[in-house]
């Protein structure tokens, strides 16, 4: 491989790491668009070695996440088996409902999604010191003390992760861009740690895929090396900027991204992408 395209590969990989790491999406929505359009790989080759970045974005990520508390992986393991069988679900639904009519719901949903953390932009969830049933903290090192909260709502937040699931199943986005606002507006879990646990989920769901597309052969291990090192890179960058926004602010970009994505997606699924 040439130098200039190693060095180009790992510089999509990094961007990539540092938006996995901040908003708890994996990366795939950067990776996958600049491989196929950027240089020319086929969808299934350039989402094989998304897969690859994603897990190395989200071990990186992940390592320190949770290594600081941030991360709720209790949280993250009861959500992750509920999107599973959600995704199980999507595939087969898949074969009866057009991309373009999912892709257009998915749209909508991420567009009201983006809509709710804007308005409620001024605060990001009611943090407490009142232990409650399923009561957590962390230290939020933008506040410089320890932040607690009380998870709320366990049985919604998993019926729509299944949901979740299903749609990013059919729609080949990551599920993190709706269980992110589904942990922070609908369980009262803080931004930070919503992102931070997101990226724990998504990198079993991903490491999953990748050994799948490898056993397959299907693995362009240059590529996906490249990628591999510049997520992880990403996402050890991502971390540390993290530590120094807010809660409230990183609600208010998360809202953007959401935007931004629903657009890329009903541009793609129009075919002006």
Do not use: W
């Amino acid at each position: 491989m040439e130098p200039v395209l190693m060095i180009a590969l790992i510089l999509v990989g990094i961007l990539a790491g540092v938006m996995g790491a901040l908003f708890g999406v994996g990366g795939g929505m950067v990776i996958v668009p600049i491989l196929t359009i950027g240089f020319g790989l086929a969808a299934k080759d350039a989402v094989a070695i998304s897969l690859v970045g994603i897990v190395a974005t989200s071990v990186g990520a992940s390592s320190v996440y949770v290594g600081k508390g941030i991360s709720n992986v209790k949280l993250g393991l009861f959500m992750e088996v509920t999107t599973v069988f959600g995704a199980i679900v999507g595939v087969f639904i898949a074969m009866y409902v057009s991309n373009l009519a999912m892709t257009v719901v998915f749209s909508i949903v991420l567009v009201y999604s983006g809509y709710r953390m804007i308005v409620n932009s001024g605060k990001d969830v009611e943090l407490t010191k009142e232990p409650g049933k399923y009561h957590m903290s962390y230290y939020d090192e933008t506040e410089k003390a320890y932040v607690g909260y009380n998870i709320h709502n366990l049985g919604k937040g998993a019926a729509i992760s299944t949901v979740a699931g299903v749609i990013a199943s059919m729609t080949g986005m990551g599920g993190g861009t709706i269980k992110v606002p589904v942990m922070n507006m609908y369980m009262d879990v803080p931004m930070k740690v919503a992102t931070a646990t997101s990226n724990y989920m998504i990198g079993i769901t991903a490491f999953a895929g990748a050994i799948l597309y490898f056993v397959m052969g299907e693995v362009d291990l240059m590529f996906a090396g490249s990628v591999a090192v510049g997520g992880f890179v990403g996402s050890m960058l991502g971390t540390r900027i993290s530590a120094h926004i807010n809660g409230k602010s990183l609600r208010k970009y998360f809202a953007v991204l959401l935007f931004v994505v629903a657009a890329i997606m009903l541009l793609n699924a129009g075919g002006s992408l």
